[in-house]
């Protein structure tokens, strides 16, 4: 059928009236993505100049200022404190003293068993306090798990008051392996409030695994420094408070820890390894001494965060959160010529593609919700600036989402996208649609035995019950090869440079994913919401689908 102009002019406009409103179509709208300015940030975000941007250093206070500048050239409302754009934190920071520690086991007959801290033992710093040392009867606890709805406590039957606790690096294999990592971050909470001093971690076969004792020896990540952030009544914020020292044994040195007592350490590991990871608790017939020696001050860093206001008088009271910690880890301590850990990928691409989505939303069609973007300090000392954050958030409204950027390899040219928390909200059916609109697909988690899902910093949204993914550039395309080599060359190394082959096209192609994301959720008709019965929903309290 030929059709007349004035009908195919007419067959347009029903069109544009159908899609008219829909995500697709104010995706349309967003300006175009800049490669080149997405380069241009992450060259200055990963300079030598920024000596590795770790939280409270001078470096990390540049980035900050670049980030605020950044927003405040995009028209972006300040959303930190006092009308600027800074949430600042106070940390209070704890560094390894050089001398002074120690680590000492005796059993029932006064015996010093074969400790030497440093070799198979390792004494960690402590913010509790700068000295501290701890001699008190054992108690192995096993993995010192927690999970009434397994129908499990490690703890039945043990009294830890005033005792050292010695606990499996780890969780147990059984687990699904995001609510597995869920009981891992517990277990020092979990030991504290039953009462005991001090925490001694047991390296097992499937922990050296992951992370080997003698790597972290070798590395020097020992000498790094702790951080917590300081509560209004002064002192550091921590959810095992009671626990005055931390100390580490290696898969090899651990056997003589439970000599006399009623399982073996052969015993321990078998049924550490099997699948349910049942490992029963009981007294050892020893008493542990540490002591540790810790250098402490404070230092002021800042989450940096800026805002476009929605404009729905209903709906602009509901905020998305989009987040990509700017902090990396600084110098390191080794004879290396080249000692700046530039962090590239960790996280300046993460901040870089950040700031080109807020630039295109702020350009683009108006947004019913208010969309915050925060780049925030202290993710590499264990997400605490996220934490701070959603603990203390400096603006008005509830926040409904978050929406986290972290290390995207941006090396390859992506044709699908890891959506980690997928299955566990309504957000990754938004993300589907957004990336569909530019033929990305969603891939599934390539490895959930690594419980991806709690490592970075949308997991301290999660803990406010707040629907939260993580996203980043899938394995198809040569994205497994490209995520490989980060790990295997430059991941926390000096290497993660911008002398890599950076595929600044894709960076450009992930901000706009993420900008149309951001798009559809603030625009949709209802907050995003947990799957019914959620786990994470539940532990946390959050919002659920009927």
């Not at 104010?26 to 100049?49: F, K, N, R, V, W």
């Not at 540790?292 to 959160?321: C, F, W, Y």
Request: glycine fraction near 8%; proline fraction near 6%.
């Amino acid at each position: 059928m030929k059709l007349t102009s004035l009908g195919l002019a007419a067959l347009t406009a029903m069109m544009a009236a159908c899609t008219a409103g829909t995500p697709l179509a104010a995706s349309a709208q967003l300006p175009a993505s800049d490669a080149a300015g997405i380069e241009a940030h992450m060259a200055y975000l990963a300079s030598d100049d920024l000596e590795g941007r770790e939280t409270g250093t001078p470096g990390y206070d540049l980035a900050a200022d670049y980030v605020a500048g950044e927003f405040g050239k995009l028209g972006l409302a300040p959303a930190g404190d006092a009308g600027s754009y800074f949430q600042e934190i106070t940390f209070k920071r704890a560094v390894r003293a050089a001398e002074g520690r120690a680590f000492r086991v005796t059993d029932a007959a006064g015996n010093v068993l074969p400790f030497t801290e440093g070799q198979n033992a390792v004494v960690y710093t402590a913010l509790k306090a700068p000295e501290a040392t701890i001699e008190a009867p054992a108690v192995f606890v096993g993995f010192a798990i927690v999970a009434p709805e397994l129908g499990r406590d490690d703890f039945a039957g043990l009294d830890l008051t005033g005792k050292v606790a010695v606990v499996l690096s780890g969780t147990p294999k059984g687990i699904q392996s995001e609510e597995r990592a869920f009981y891992g971050s517990r277990k020092s909470k979990n030991i504290s409030d039953r009462g005991a001093v001090a925490v001694v971690s047991v390296e097992t076969p499937t922990s050296k695994g992951v992370y080997p004792f003698q790597r972290l020896l070798a590395e020097g990540r020992l000498e790094g420094a702790s951080m917590a952030w300081m509560q209004a009544d002064g002192t550091p914020y921590s959810n095992a408070p009671d626990i005055a020292a931390f100390a580490a044994v290696s898969l090899e040195g651990a056997a003589p820890l439970f000599t006399g007592s009623p399982v073996s350490w052969e015993e321990v590991i078998a049924a550490a390894e099997a699948e349910s990871g049942a490992v029963p608790g009981f007294d050892l017939p020893l008493t542990i001494s540490i002591t540790q020696r810790s250098v402490h001050d404070e230092v002021k860093s800042a989450n940096v965060m800026g805002m476009i206001e929605g404009t729905d008088p209903d709906l602009k009271d509901e905020v998305i959160i989009i987040s990509a910690h700017l902090d990396h880890i600084g110098i390191s301590k080794t004879i290396e010529e080249d000692t700046i850990n530039n962090g590239a990928l960790d996280n300046a691409s993460g901040v870089a593609t950040m700031l080109d989505a807020a630039r295109m939303l702020k350009a683009g069609p108006p947004m019913k919700r208010t969309v915050v973007f925060i780049a925030l300090t202290a993710e590499e000392k264990g997400l605490l600036g996220a934490q701070y954050f959603a603990m203390n958030p400096s603006l008005p409204g509830t926040i409904v989402a978050n929406v986290n950027l972290d290390m995207p390899i941006l090396t390859y040219d992506f044709t699908d996208i890891i959506v980690y928390g997928a299955l566990r909200s309504n957000i990754a059916a938004t993300v589907e649609t957004a990336a569909a609109g530019m033929g990305i697909t969603l891939s599934p988690d390539p490895a959930p035995e690594q419980g991806i899902f709690t490592r970075s910093d949308h997991f301290r949204f999660v803990e406010a019950g707040i629907p939260s993914v993580y996203l980043k550039p899938g394995f198809a395309n040569g994205g497994d090869a490209a995520f490989a080599e980060h790990q295997a060359r430059n991941y926390h190394r000096p290497s993660d440079d911008m002398s890599n082959k950076l595929d600044f096209a894709a960076a450009a192609r992930f901000a706009e994913l993420n900008a149309r994301i951001a798009l559809a959720l603030a625009n949709q008709d209802a907050p995003p919401l947990w799957k019914k019965d959620d786990f994470f929903a539940r532990q946390f309290n959050g919002p659920m689908e009927p």
